[in-house]
């Protein structure tokens, strides 16, 4: 296949994590979420990077360092910050599935990213976080809509409001059909808008 | 295949009426644009009976008349009704794919109907409004965001703002792949949701 990079983004509970392994699988082509990227990211000294030169600042005078101290980047921006760069060297590097992290957002523009998205209605998005993921809740409904509303947050902070809207993605399915079938079904337009 | 009503959506120029047309087609099931809900309205009596009805209201007292005056519907609610009166027919009576008019939201909550959006780059539209619709604009860019506006303003005033976000449908395409690819692409999503 040309070379290609699939990003996936999910409503909480959609099974599309699963999802995208398995489309990973079908294309025999890399797979990257949060904590893979994470670690490469670490790995590849991108994250250190960024403390030391953080460090650095610091050790300028006190006037200067009260300057910068607002320039400091949080953790959660430097993690992000190195996330993008790993996204975009494998980008650079090779075909991959990459999944969450606003991988749409971080490579916009680029050619041969296809952008996909897994919907689920809230019913079997209960169902398989209570009986698949074992996640115990009070209220299904309250903690999967607070998860979704952080995972729209966290969109909005380190990319825009593109999140969940149909003119962001080349494709969004609604995974009731099964991970399977989801998956097949996606590598399917792959391939077909790849051109194989 | 059991009785299935799929309801497609889709951006100016994206070639979503050629590709619900293609799968129609492709399914062996009806097909109903705008156009044709509201020659079925017409000839069911359904808007003549909303004439007729505001009618008669105006030959009441003058007081009456004066209260109810503020009551008459414009001509173009009482059009979406009267077509929102025949998509609920057809959801009663047949399998088929319809065309815009706020279909996914008139049958909201009824099982068995599939929910299809057709998305595609503005560049593709731009092409596809010039070359294969032959339409004249100074500007295509803006010509189209005012057809994508006037769109979303119909769906936001006779429906809710749910246009165009992806929980709102069961799968949504661009339709770069190509209209016969895209079409086969969603017939095959709902054979295997409907199981067949």
Chains 1, 2 share one sequence.
Request: hydrophobic content about 35%; some cysteine.
């Amino acid at each position: 296949m040309k070379k290609t990079v699939i990003t996936i983004s999910r409503e909480y509970g959609s099974g599309g994590r699963l999802i995208a392994k398995k489309l990973a699988e079908e294309l025999g082509i890399g797979y990257y979420d949060g904590e893979l990227l994470s670690l490469v990211a670490k790995e590849s000294g991108y994250t250190e990077e960024f403390v030391r030169r953080n460090d650095q600042k610091k050790t300028q005078s006190l006037l200067y360092h009260l300057y910068i101290g607002s320039q400091i980047l949080p953790a959660s921006d430097m993690i992000f910050i190195a996330q993008s760069r790993v996204i975009k060297d494998l980008y650079n590097k090779e075909s991959c599935v990459i999944v969450g992290r606003c991988a749409d957002y971080v490579l916009r523009g680029c050619p041969d990213v296809i952008n996909v998205f897994i919907t689920a209605p809230l019913e079997s998005r209960i169902e398989r976080v209570k009986n698949e993921y074992g996640e115990q809740a009070d209220n299904y409904r309250t903690y999967l809509t607070k998860k979704d509303k952080s995972r729209i947050a966290y969109y909005n902070y380190f990319a825009d409001d593109a999140w969940g809207k149909v003119q962001t993605y080349d494709l969004s399915i609604n995974s009731d059909i099964g991970i399977d079938k989801s998956a097949d079904l996606i590598a399917q337009y792959i391939k077909e808008k790849v051109g194989e």
